[in-house]
């Protein structure tokens, strides 16, 4: 059973920093390039972050570059991603989602093929 499973959102002031942790098992994901993305209200799904299987390459939204920092852990069952933000602003605020996907790295949601449900990030002003 494929699970992506986020953890690590929550309420943060303007300036805080959170770690959004990604658990992903039920595939070999170790193979996948996988990425963050996230969804403000009223808006559409937007790329935040991805890496490529390996870890050793990354990209990031023009708005969260400098302040934010794709990682992963390549376990032999189960792959975890992270994203450390720093400096974070009330612009922010979004649910944000993991997922990883077959192809190469993409800054695109159709390039993905599991998701996972999503954790909230709140940031105050």
């Known amino acids: 059973q494929v699970q992506l499973v986020e953890s690590g959102g929550g309420l943060v002031q303007a300036g805080g920093s959170l770690r959004l942790s990604c658990a992903a098992s039920?595939?070999?994901?170790?193979?996948?390039?996988m990425g963050w993305f996230r969804q403000a209200p009223g808006k559409e799904r937007e790329f935040v972050a991805t890496?490529?299987?390996?870890?050793?390459?990354?990209?990031?939204a023009n708005s969260v570059k400098g302040r934010f920092t794709i990682s992963r852990d390549n376990a032999e069952n189960t792959v975890y991603l992270y994203l450390q933000m720093n400096s974070l602003k009330p612009e922010d605020t979004a649910v944000y989602y993991c997922a990883a996907g077959a192809g190469d790295y993409s800054v695109s949601t159709s390039s993905y093929d599991y998701w996972g449900q999503g954790t909230q990030v709140t940031v105050s002003s």
């Open positions: 039920g595939r070999t994901f170790s193979n996948y390039a």
């Open positions: 890496i490529t299987w390996s870890g050793r390459m990354s990209w990031y």
